[in-house]
């Protein structure tokens, strides 16, 4: 089975302040990898997604950044939050049968202050 | 990125009544997927579909993979509470990501 592992669940940062959110994820190795943000009540939006380690692609240009040091690790980065970055951030991991879809994690509430 | 368009943006209905929302797409995809995302949790899978035409339930929840492979659409019977939340598609091209929807949020009244 899969399961992943997010946190903190919330973080109340100021702005200019660094960030630092980690995914772990269990099951298949070498899993692909994503970071999705929500603003509230809307859509997902991809950040960036990986197929490997060290391997990262991103999706729209921001004041984000990702890595990944270890096949079942993911983090999300900053270095200097901005009010825009606020919003609700999923870690994804693509199913071990890749058509069943993602399986998401229980997400960080990031509220920039 | 490619986009998906979800109807309605939101619904607001009384307990008991049944549901149905819908998702197209710009392109052809040959897996359409459902999910729910309950207030401050992530998305959940709910049903998966890999071909056009396919008709699957999961219990109160019926989902229907469109002809033109362009469009997925979900049911719900009999609404209860629980059933509150954001209701997404996703759909994929072979060898592609998934692409999301922008949701359909649902709120029942009891």
């Known amino acids: 089975s899969q399961t992943i592992h997010q946190w903190p669940a919330t973080l109340v940062q100021p702005v200019g302040s660094p960030l630092s959110l980690e995914c772990t994820v269990e099951g298949t190795s070498n899993p692909n990898l994503y970071w999705y943000r929500q603003a509230a009540g809307r859509g997902l939006q991809l950040l960036f997604y990986s197929v490997g380690i060290g391997q990262i692609s991103s999706e729209v240009p921001q004041n984000l950044s990702a890595s990944r040091p270890q096949d079942r690790q993911f983090i999300l980065s900053s270095k200097k939050l901005l009010l825009s970055d606020s919003g609700f951030y999923l870690c994804?991991?693509?199913?071990?049968?890749?058509?069943?879809?993602?399986?998401f994690g229980s997400g960080t509430r990031l509220t920039v202050v | 990125g490619q986009q998906l368009n979800q109807s309605p943006q939101s619904m607001f209905i009384q307990e008991g009544e049944d549901v149905s929302m819908n998702c197209t797409s710009s392109?052809?995809?040959?897996?359409w997927l459902w999910y729910k995302q309950d207030p401050g949790e992530g998305p959940v899978l709910l049903i998966a579909?890999?071909?056009?035409?396919e008709l699957t339930s999961n219990g109160r929840l019926t989902a229907q993979f469109g002809i033109t492979r362009k469009d997925s659409f979900l049911n719900i019977s009999a609404s209860i509470p629980s059933d509150v939340g954001i209701y997404f598609c996703?759909?994929?091209?072979?060898?592609?990501?998934?692409?999301f929807g922008t949701g359909t949020s649902l709120t029942v009244i009891p």
């Open positions: 996703a759909g994929r091209r072979a060898g592609n990501q998934f692409y």
């Open positions: 579909l890999y071909k056009a035409g």
């Open positions: 392109s052809i995809f040959n897996t």
């Open positions: 994804a991991q693509e199913h071990d049968r890749a058509l069943k879809g993602y399986t």
